[in-house]
């Protein structure tokens, strides 16, 4: 990772917030790859993210996490979906900045909420991160990590009542313009 300004462009924001979703879309519409953190991580681990928190615990999970966006960040002509915490890291923000641009997809809790519990891989394989009811928790989370999210983002894209093609339309017309437009 010793060029900087390699064509890399990392979706972040919470869970339910169509990181994913999008992010096939718009490495389709750009002709790049796409790569899901939290999925990469299971495939290589075998287990599921709900598993390594309970197993091996949060922080294994935040290494595991930090290596693979260090590892995506490397690379060229890709879309990242990352993981809702991986702004987290320190090291991690640092690397998205250096190596590409930053959009942050939000959406409203309720939005969240609605999502999440419509989702069964979310409700299977995802842990909670307090222990408390849905709504609550994303409302705590989301207040803790806007503030990163915030000093993050190079675009922000607000998903509510959007469709994922919608979304991926708005962030074209906002990318750098050193980006592809599609």
Not at 165 to 175: C, R, T
Request: net charge negative.
């Amino acid at each position: 990772m010793d060029e900087p300004n390699r064509k890399v462009i990392t979706l972040i924001g919470f869970r339910g917030c169509g990181k994913t979703s999008v992010g096939r879309l718009l490495a389709d519409r750009l002709g790049w790859q796409f790569m899901d953190t939290d999925a990469e991580i299971e495939r290589k681990t075998g287990k599921s993210i709900a598993e390594i928190f309970l197993e091996q615990g949060e922080d294994t999970f935040r290494r595991l996490e930090r290596e693979e966006m260090q590892t995506q960040l490397g690379k060229s002509q890709l879309v990242i979906s990352a993981g809702g915490g991986a702004i987290l890291d320190a090291q991690t923000r640092d690397h998205i900045a250096k190596f590409g641009v930053s959009i942050w997809l939000t959406a409203k809790v309720e939005t969240i909420r609605e999502r999440l519990e419509n989702d069964e891989r979310t409700q299977s394989q995802r842990p909670s991160l307090t222990g408390k009811a849905t709504a609550a928790e994303i409302g705590e989370i989301l207040q803790q990590r806007n503030p990163l999210y915030s000093s993050s983002a190079d675009v922000v894209v607000e998903t509510d009542s959007k469709s994922p093609l919608q979304v991926v339309e708005e962030i074209l017309s906002q990318l750098p313009v050193e980006f592809p437009k599609g």
